[in-house]
């Protein structure tokens, strides 16, 4: 479902319009799943996003995804050290955004606190959407040690069914760098 979302919200019109029209220059995306302390995986390399063909092509990547594994811990840290790198490749960027999704608090590895200190997160800013679900600890835990950099923010889902409209709304924020509150810089 947040794969299914995530391309079904880059597909939309008001997001295509967001990234070809916005003024905000060239959005460029990659894409990469995440689960446990090894559970990386990179699912789309850096890709510009300047014409409808190129916007085509990364949902129809997206789309395509297949899960890698069948395991589901949640290691936040791992991730977000894994995205630290994937961001050391990028192009120069005048934004340099990870956004961060999940329906679980870190259960495994190291937490989000010990990937900031030991990866590269300088002039990066680290947004969160979550999936809580039953949990409301999930929302606490990502307001305090997921979100990180100037105008980090959190966008939240009322379950997967609603992971779509959350992602758009959470895209067209960054790509248009609309900032409805945040959270003060550390």
């Known amino acids: 479902l947040q794969r299914a979302g995530l391309a079904a919200a880059l597909d939309a019109p008001d997001i295509r319009h967001a990234i070809l029209r916005g003024g905000t220059g060239d959005v460029m995306l990659a894409v990469y799943e995440w689960s ?26 997206i789309a395509a995804m297949r899960r890698a594994t069948a395991e589901f811990p949640t290691a936040l840290g791992s991730a977000l050290g894994y995205g630290a790198q994937v961001m050391g490749r990028a192009p120069d960027c005048v934004r340099r ?3 961060v999704s999940g329906d679980g608090i870190n259960n495994q590895g190291f937490g989000p606190r010990l990937a900031y200190r030991h990866f590269p997160f300088d002039g990066i800013t680290v947004n969160g959407l979550v999936i809580p679900g039953d949990d409301a600890a999930v929302v606490a835990h990502y307001r305090g040690k997921v979100l990180h950099g100037p105008g980090a923010f959190l966008e939240l889902a009322d ?4 992971f779509e409209r ?11 760098d609309v900032r409805l509150g945040g959270l003060p810089v550390r």
């Open 159 to 162: 379950g997967f069914a609603d």
């Open 166 to 176: 959350a992602m758009g709304r959470k895209l067209f924020r960054e790509i248009s």
């Open 36 to 61: 446990g302390r090894f559970q990386q995986q990179l699912q789309l390399d850096w890709t510009r996003l300047r014409d409808p063909e190129d916007i085509t092509r990364a949902v129809t990547a």
């Open 97 to 99: 955004v990870i956004d």
